[in-house]
């Protein structure tokens, strides 16, 4: 075993193994790196990171590529989850020196850390326009040792080259300007350019999921609704998308959830990771939709997701894990300890798998999940899926009743029965890699996930069940990562140790899960804790110079740039999710404080950034939101009383993302919320009756105890 046997990283445990003798990102490899006068191989990658492991297979494995790597290299391994602002600087400079980036990432460095070679995936032996990873070494090594002035003064110029292209250390740039309305108008056009209006979706494959763009387009449409704009095609857009996504094969119909994303464009083959922010984004972005369309299509969608996370991604003691793999041991070969792991093994099935577990329900399982005798996918060109059927939604009930003779009912339960009969045989086959360690980041989006389903499906007997999720996720990340003493946030914990200096990321997305969180419960603790932690992040990451706030503390003198990151990518920029942040806090405590800084990172961006609709959807969301009217509605009244309930749904049934919800109970948490938001505090039931106030600024309309009334002030 190397050192990384030592690490609680599931993605750097996976190498311990490697004869490479492998450094966890720090001094010790650094001051040998010096001392040996050896150029540094950095890899960074990720647990569930298929091409990692295919590498890892290929190369790190190998004695002989070892060989080579232990002679001339100092190697360190990065799980890039837990070290984002390691990532971040190398991934800048492989996509700006080869136009394109990716996991694993390659990267080579002088002792000070400068990048001077990069890539991503490299092949044992040269294939596919790659050069065999033993001979990029071997070459790597020849001109370190042969001209060395060279590539040192290479690595200095990409170095202050790839500072001027991110930015870093350069202050003042920004606009000042907060962009108008038709900057939106802008944004909004150049996605319609993209859509696929035919099968859902932005451009062509491969498909990511980003809920980013959707989450934008829908507050656009909310805006301009309101505005008296009956344009529906943002709305559209939103819907077209996630009904794809829904009905294709990226979703997991069996168990729920979503995978990382589509292969084709008609969202047919997955690549079969499934991430934790996508289960809470894509969770966000379906109900936002069942709000906007009442279409519960979209809502069972949510509650597919959150069934899945709960049951399969929770910690016993509340925390979110992170991940689970694309790659498992095939059913046929389970118990072979030389068997080798294939990507979607333990979701793929043949038809006489289906044939055999669903029985005489098989011809309507057969029809509804578009099975064929010889498999069906489109597209698999490494054989891996060959025989085998990806499942995804062929055919409507209607349809299958219409062909077979069954009543619509009778297919129906036809389905449910086969989904559990499925569900339990394949939960007997080998499970893929779960990555258990708990990220703050992406716990803060999954409690805001479960706070917005129970306040939006509130009624629903699962309702109490997110809620309950959401409270323990966050009193999890309270209790492991929060040092009260120190005002500050950790970033990981798994097997009982909680690491690493939280980055801004991680105090922007838990910020936001405690505000839906105090949305959906009213307990002032949440209210007070984000504030707290708002004014943490603005003390560590903030900009006073050029506004925004920057993705680390600067400190750690091994990050070579300190970098904004704007990108609204898979997960939503920092900066982004802050500006929502304190828009809710302005409505929620108001006094004008909040919005300076909110102010300063839109305006940051100037009047042009329509054009960029593309690269910042979310802080576009945010913007939207400057330019939107926005609402306070207050419900005073018992959680357990059905008054209450009837007000709480008549608020939930409206799509309004510019509106927040004051959930006050009459008594002492009344009283302590007062302390925070005065406001409310001359707030009071009517006539012994739960009572909804709707206020704009602060300012409210007459009071109202009955659901017709508050539908009509809303």
Known sequence: MNRLAQERSPYLLQHAANPVDWYPWGAEAFDRSRREDKPIFLSIGYSTCHWCHVMEHESFESAEIARLLNADFVSIKVDREERPDVDRVYMSFVQSTTGSGGWPMTVFLTPELKPFFGGTYFPPVSRWGRPGFPDLLGELARVWKNDRPRVEQAASELLERLKMVTGAGDHGRGESTIAGPEALDVAVASY?????????????????????????????????????????????MV???????????????????????????AWRVPHFEKMLYDQAQLTLAYLEAAQATGDDLFATVAEDTLAYVLRDLTDRNGGFYSAEDADSVPPEQAGDPSAHKSEGAFYIWTDAEIGAVTGGDAAIVRRRFGIEADGNAPQDPQGEFTGRNLLYIAQTVDD????????????????????????????????????????TAWNGLMIAACARAARVLVGRATASQYLAAGRQAATFIRRTLWLESEQRLL?????????????????????????????????????????TLQAAQDRLFWDEADAGWFSTTGHDPSVLLRLKEDYDGAEPAAGSVSVLNLAAFESLIGGGAWLKRAERTLARFGPKVGAAGRVVPMLLAGLSAWHADHTQIVIVGPADRDDTLALQQEAARRYRPFAVVVPVRPGSQQDALSALMPFVAPMRMRDGRATAYVCRAFTCREPVTDAAALAAQL
Do not use: C, N
């Open 239 to 265: 819907t077209g998308t996630l009904r794809a996504m829904a009905l294709g094969g990226m979703r997991d119909h069996i168990g729920g959830g979503f995978h990382r994303y589509s292969v084709d464009a």
């Open 192 to 236: 319609r350019q993209v859509f696929d209006e035919r099968l859902g979706g932005f451009g062509e494959a491969p498909k990511f999921p980003r809920p980013s763009e959707l989450l934008f387009l829908a507050r656009e449409y909310a805006r301009r609704s309101a505005a008296g704009d009956l344009d529906q095609a943002p709305l559209q």
């Open 491 to 531: 970033r990981r914990y798994r097997d009982g140790d909680a690491a690493i200096d939280a980055y801004a990321e991680d105090y922007a997305y838990l910020t936001s899960g405690l505000l839906e969180l105090f949305q959906a419960d009213g307990d002032p603790a949440w209210l007070e804790w984000a504030t």
């Open 400 to 439: 299958i009743a219409l062909r077979t003779g069954a009543t619509p009912g009778a297919v129906a339960e036809a389905l449910e029965r086969a989904r559990a009969q499925l569900f339990t045989v394949r939960a007997l086959r080998p499970r893929p890699h779960l990555d258990d360690k708990v990220l």
